[in-house]
């Protein structure tokens, strides 16, 4: 047995002091890694980040909401997950390992209650993994536009006029859930690769699109929109359009407060490095500033591309254009053939002079939803798995193929769970599409707000010190909770926000009523099942499962 | 796949399993309480029960210094037993000394060995006189090393007349045979029980060609079978860093080739594994149930799995519990 007095040590260790009168004595044994630093762990973060959304949810924000401006959402979201970045700096201390809200939620609230919501989650996230299709599918037109004008192709240009109803969105999201199920036979590490690839080539056609609007004037911009649509007075036309069809212009602070759950969408997967809890070295430290940094970068990027959209493009222009193509689709066409749904990337396609551009914003979105499809596929098998090994699924669902290595039965049955979703979301109205994801990450986060706030009194004993005095302990829990409290309360508000406008964030029709009741009740409806079918072949009580150890 | 048929038989014996502990105080305390709780005849703790770090606690002036969770703590020197608790809890070893005892520990990294040699001897001691006192004189309770456990530990378990160390032998559990091997495959880490594949296999086969034809078997193997869905953990770079892919720490297999291939040609009914934490799961390699329950131990966590065997040696149900 080698001996060492290393820094680095395993999960939950105490970390080694500067002091050599406070350091800590490790041995060589296995799990001993180097850890990662702030820039991996922010390199984590951002990638995790799905950066053209932003586009998605600008061009929902101001079609959904009449006067809406993006500044104030965007800050304000990013405040929210900074709060929320605390709370989960606690969780990660109490914590440190891989995991998330379902890994928190049992420790700290209890097992039931983990692994009802864990069962949610996977259901969720599978209905997420259509959406994603969805979005990949609605973009399907503009892709296909913007491929035909890079080749000089009206075949290709005009084959996306065909794509654009219901039944031809949800069979196209159905080849893109196909699609991500192929690529996810592959090893994890091919895998891998394939997400990192998309990453960059989203960030790349983000980094293009900033380039774009800095170097072009709004008289640029006025020009390329006549040429493109073959229409030399394009740009008034559809601002004029869109005042005789009753669009709104201007901001005001109630549309731009309505419109938070959107940015807060945006932000998601940002404080992503909780993931790797186990992993950072000085894990809270690590991944307050990770998080920190991350944030800061994005605000500052996405603040900076709305206002350069502003001064290039014109918000009474974005409203205008984003509105008509909803409320008069007709009149719209009649002046251009850009997508009223592709926002910024269209408003660079029409900027774009060479191919490659074209073709990079054409397929940025397909590209970037179908990055973060598999990374979402690959989560969703681990919480199926966590389920079955929990005997809430059948054991067979967590399978490992003996040739490839990948979980084929549970790719299996989140692919056939997803279709089934991807024609839900396309033939029956639902609502805004953004507005669900919304609000089931606003009830994730949730989660974790409440994880945070029941962590010093239900299991004070994973944060606190050994030796810390009474009063310095209590002042100290009294801070988790706090800030947990915080985070809840932030969280509930994004969840109102979402519920309070419902004409915009989703109908309550019965359809929607019952996806909601599916896909959030599905947990302890199973674990209701499960539990009965094994009581009644009188095998082992899944409660046992669950039962508190009594240390002493 | 757990049908009516199969539980038409009856249960003859209840394993519970749990593995990992690295020198957790609270979880062996539950390891033990586990017993009771979910009625196991036997009780199984696979491997890497030994702490992984020394934390120095510096008496001084009335008072002890110490360094936890990357805050420095000062308490009164009667507060040593709630310090000791503490830092104890989740695996690591206080030991109170001076600054001089300190500094020679810095520089002398055989004395450093020798007192961590001494710290998981004198706490195995302490475990076994506890399962002693707590346990049920009907329940057995097994105890095998693994990769990152010394081998003068060994020693320890086979001396002490309440814990069995069955290492690399047979042991009959009624039912079934059991046949234990902590030995791991090569880690990037060079500890205490670690050999190449091929050894491996051998010392697998030597230890199961003594099994008695047709009896059903358990193999207790610390590490798990490759690419089986236990063995799943973040690849490392040269540097033992780990390596980042498309955002995410890049997940490889690194359980046992020799370990899938006894399992294979042997199909015993269970396989209880450990040694990568975060891959809890079962899997059925053949007809054999390979299970990992995977550890927590440094959240205070028990994490095991309850077994039921039937009269044939049949394996009934299993359920992993987090405890």
Avoid at chain 1, 101 to 122: C, D, K
Avoid at chain 1, 446 to 469: C, F, K, N, Q, S
Avoid at chain 2, 121 to 128: P, V
Avoid at chain 2, 300 to 308: K, S, Y
């Amino acid at each position: 047995m080698t001996s060492s007095s290393e820094a680095s040590v395993p999960s939950g260790a105490a970390r080694a002091g500067t002091s050599p009168s406070t350091r800590l004595f490790v041995r060589q044994t296995s799990g001993l890694v180097r850890d990662l630093g702030i820039p991996a762990a922010t390199g984590i973060s951002l990638a995790s980040v799905a950066v053209v959304n932003t586009f998605i949810n600008f061009n929902a924000g101001l079609t959904d909401f009449a006067k809406a401006d993006m500044y104030l959402p965007l800050v304000a979201a990013a405040i929210i997950w900074l709060t929320a970045m605390f709370a989960y700096r606690y969780l990660l201390r109490a914590v440190p390992r891989a995991g998330g809200e379902y890994v928190y939620l049992s420790r700290i609230v209890s097992p039931a209650a983990g692994a009802v919501a864990g069962l949610g989650i996977a259901v969720v996230f599978t209905y997420v993994l259509s959406t994603n299709a969805h979005f990949a599918a609605q973009f399907t037109p503009f892709m296909l536009s913007g491929l035909g004008a890079a080749f000089h192709s009206t075949a290709v240009a005009n084959a996306g006029n065909h794509l654009t109803s219901n039944i031809a969105i949800a069979w196209l999201s159905v080849v893109v859930m196909l699609i991500v199920a192929a690529l996810s036979l592959f090893s994890v590490r091919v895998v891998a690769r394939i997400i990192f690839w998309l990453i960059v080539l989203q960030v790349l056609a983000f980094v293009v699109l900033i380039g774009m609007l800095a170097f072009n004037s709004h008289a640029d911009f006025t020009s390329a929109l006549a040429t493109y649509s073959q229409h030399p007075g394009a740009y008034g036309a559809i601002i004029a359009g869109a005042k005789s069809n009753g669009v709104v212009f201007g901001t005001s602070i109630a549309a731009a407060v309505a419109i938070i759950p959107f940015m807060v969408l945006n932000y998601n997967g940002v404080l992503y490095s909780y993931y790797v809890g186990g992993e950072l070295r000085r894990p809270g430290r690590t991944y307050l500033y990770a998080s920190a940094i991350s944030i800061g970068v994005l605000v500052v990027l996405w603040v900076g591309v709305w206002a350069l959209l502003r001064a290039r493009v014109g918000l009474t222009f974005m409203q205008a254009q984003a509105n008509l193509g909803v409320v008069n689709p007709d009149a719209y066409a009649k002046i251009t053939s850009l997508s009223s749904v592709s926002g910024g990337l269209g408003y660079g396609m029409i900027l774009s002079g060479d191919p490659i551009t074209k073709i990079l914003f054409a397929t940025a979105v397909p590209l970037a939803e179908i990055a973060v499809n598999l990374a979402f596929l690959t989560v969703t098998t681990r919480v199926l798995f966590a389920q079955a090994f929990d005997r809430l699924l059948p054991v067979g669902v967590a399978k490992i193929g003996e040739r490839n290595h990948a979980p084929n039965v549970a790719i299996g049955i989140v692919l056939v769970i997803g279709i089934g979703f991807c024609f839900l979301t396309s033939l029956v109205n639902l609502g805004s599409i953004v507005a669900l994801q919304s609000l089931f990450f606003a009830l994730i986060l949730l989660a974790g707000g409440i994880a945070a706030t029941m962590l010093p009194i239900r299991r004070a004993d994973l944060i606190e010190t050994p030796g810390m005095p009474e009063d310095a302990r209590k002042q100290w829990l009294r801070k988790v909770t706090l800030v947990g409290g915080v985070t809840t309360l932030l969280a509930l508000f994004t969840v109102y926000e979402l519920v309070a406008h419902s004409s915009v964030y989703g109908k309550f029709s019965w359809e929607s009523i019952l996806t909601l009741v599916i896909v959030l009740g599905a947990g302890p409806v199973i674990y209701v099942i499960a539990r009965s079918v094994r009581r009644q072949r009188n095998s082992l009580d899944l409660t046992m499962a669950m039962r508190e150890l009594p240390p002493e | 796949m757990w049908g009516r048929a199969k539980n038409a038989k009856k249960r003859a014996l209840r394993i519970y399993f749990a593995t990992d502990l690295h020198g957790s105080e609270v979880c062996f305390r539950k390891f033990l309480a586990a017993a009771r709780v979910y009625e196991a005849d036997v009780i199984i703790l696979g491997g890497d029960f030994a702490g992984k770090a020394i934390v120095p606690v510096l008496a001084a002036a009335g008072s002890l210094r110490a360094r936890v969770g990357g805050e420095d703590v000062t308490v009164p020197e009667a507060d040593w037993d709630q310090l000791a608790a503490g830092i104890g809890k989740s695996g690591l070893y206080p030991v109170r000394m001076n600054e001089a005892e300190l500094a020679r520990l810095s520089d002398d990294s055989g004395e450093l060995d020798r007192l961590f040699r001494s710290e998981i001897a004198a706490q195995m001691q302490r475990w076994c006189d506890l399962a002693a006192e707590r346990l049920d004189p009907a329940v057995r309770c097994i105890i095998t090393p693994g990769n990152d456990d010394p081998v003068d530990a060994d020693a320890v378990l086979a001396a002490h007349g309440r814990v069995e160390c069955p290492e690399l032998e047979l042991c009959d559990l009624g039912p079934v045979t059991m046949a234990s091997l902590g030995v791991v495959p090569t880690t990037p880490w060079d500890t205490e029980r670690e050999c190449t594949e091929e050894e491996l296999a051998k010392q697998i086969d030597e230890m199961l060609g003594r099994l008695p034809g047709g009896r059903p078997s358990i193999l207790n193997l610390h590490c798990p079978p490759y690419a089986s869905g236990l063995d799943d953990a973040p690849e490392l770079d040269a540097t033992l860093k780990p390596v980042i892919r498309g955002g995410r720490p890049s997940i490889v297999p690194v359980g046992s080739h020799a370990v899938r291939e006894a399992i294979k040609r042997y199909q015993p009914v269970l396989g209880l594994h450990g040694h990568i934490h975060e891959s809890r799961g079962a899997q059925k390699i053949g007809r054999t149930l390979c299970v990992n329950p995977g550890s927590d131990y440094s959240s205070g966590v028990l994490r095991g799995v309850v077994i039921d065997i039937a009269q044939d040696g049949s394996c009934l149900d299993f359920l992993l519990t987090t405890g």
